[in-house]
C-alpha cells in the first residue's frame, strides 16, 4: 500500500520516516536525509513502503552535507536560474540551477551542498532494486553506478519529474499506476543516460495478445477492490512490468495510467449528465479522497468544474 502524505501532516511524515530509517539499516532513508537537511517537510509526497516515492520540495538556501541515503535520488529543478557549488570530497562541482537540468545523488553518495537562494524541486527517490529489475526486463545488462550529476542538461529526465508535481490526483490506484510507470521509465531513462556504461534497452515486442488485453482492461474497469498495480496487471499478462506497459500502450494507445483516468473520467460524465447524484458522492463511488481531489482532477482533463460541465450538457 502507498502513502500520500501532504505538507499539512509533519508528525506523520516524520513518524513514517523514522521507521523507515529503523529498517533500513545505518543509512537513512532518502525522505528521512531530505527532512533533515532541508528542515521543512514536502508540499506533498507520494511514498511505497519500500521508501520509492516522489516529493515536491520548496525550500530556503541550502548549506549543509547530504549523509549517504539507500536510495537514488534524481531531482529536476523548477525555480529561478541560480549558481550553486557542490562538494564531493576533494572535487569541487559548480552547476548552474534552472530548469531541464537534472541532479543526481546515487545511493550511498555524500556531498556538501551549497545553494544561496530559495529552491523549487521535485525528488524521486529509487531504490538500486528498481533499477536492477528493469536492467533485467528491459535485457539490458547488470546496470553499472550512476554517475553524480549536478545541474546536468537533460530536459527529458526534466520534464517527466515536474510532470509527478501536479500530477497525484488524490486517487489511489491512479496514483499509484502513475508512480509506478513513472518509475519504471525514469529508470529506464537512467540506464541508458546516467550510468558509466550507457545500457542498450531492447526494442519493443509489440503489442498485447487479444485475451490478456481483455485480461488487463477487465481487471483497470473493475468496481471492486481488485488490484490493479502494475505488478499485478504484468503478473497476469505473463510479462514484466516493462514489457506490460509497452505492449498495453502498442496495443491501446495509451499507458495502463492514461487509459484508467480516461476511464474514470468516462464514469464521471455519465453520473454527471444521467443521475441526479451529488458531486461528493460522484467522487466517494469513484475512488477519489476528497470532492475536492476528484473536481481538481476534472476540471485538469475538461477545463471545467463537475458541476458546471453537468450543467452544459443536461
Not at 497525484?168 to 490506484?173: R, V
Request: hydrophobic share 45%; with cysteine.
Amino acid at each position: 500500500m502507498s502513502k500520500v502524505v501532504l505538507r499539512d501532516s509533519p508528525n506523520e511524515i516524520l513518524a513514517a520516516s523514522q521507521m523507515r530509517r529503523d529498517s533500513a539499516g545505518d543509512r537513512p532513508a532518502a525522505d528521512v536525509e531530505m527532512a533533515r537537511v532541508l528542515g521543512t517537510v514536502p508540499f506533498r509526497m507520494a511514498l511505497d513502503p519500500s521508501g520509492a516515492g516522489i516529493a515536491h520540495w520548496k525550500h530556503e538556501p541550502l548549506h549543509d552535507v547530504v549523509a549517504p541515503m539507500s536510495h537514488h535520488v534524481i531531482m529536476a529543478y523548477n525555480g529561478a536560474v541560480q549558481r550553486m557549488e557542490r562538494r564531493s570530497g576533494p572535487s569541487v562541482a559548480i552547476g548552474t540551477f534552472r530548469p531541464g537540468v537534472v541532479i543526481i545523488i546515487p545511493e550511498g553518495s555524500s556531498s556538501r551542498w551549497d545553494i544561496p537562494k530559495p529552491v523549487d524541486v521535485v525528488q524521486l527517490y529509487l531504490p538500486q532494486t528498481t533499477l536492477k529489475r528493469v536492467a533485467d526486463e528491459a535485457e539490458a545488462g547488470a546496470p553499472s553506478e550512476l554517475l553524480e550529476r549536478t545541474a546536468h542538461p537533460d530536459p527529458v529526465t526534466s520534464r517527466l519529474l515536474l510532470s509527478a508535481a501536479d500530477v497525484l490526483e488524490g486517487h489511489d490506484a491512479l496514483d499509484t499506476l502513475f508512480r509506478q510507470q513513472l518509475m519504471d521509465l525514469l529508470a529506464t531513462r537512467l540506464l541508458a543516460a546516467h550510468t558509466g556504461s550507457p545500457s542498450m534497452i531492447a526494442p519493443a515486442r509489440g503489442g498485447l495478445a487479444p485475451k490478456a488485453l481483455l485480461r488487463a482492461i477487465e481487471r483497470l474497469r473493475s468496481d471492486s477492490d481488485a488490484d490493479v498495480s502494475l505488478a499485478a496487471l504484468a503478473a497476469e499478462a505473463g510479462l514484466s512490468r516493462f514489457h506490460f506497459c509497452r505492449a498495453f500502450k502498442d496495443s491501446t494507445g495509451l499507458s495502463p495510467h492514461a487509459w484508467l483516468r480516461q476511464h474514470r473520467l468516462e464514469q464521471a460524465m455519465n453520473m454527471l449528465r444521467d443521475t441526479d447524484a451529488s458531486v461528493v458522492s460522484i467522487a466517494v463511488a469513484l475512488g477519489y479522497s476528497s470532492q475536492t481531489a476528484f473536481a481538481a482532477a476534472f476540471r485538469k482533463l475538461t477545463g471545467e468544474s463537475p458541476s458546471d460541465w453537468r450543467r452544459r450538457a443536461r
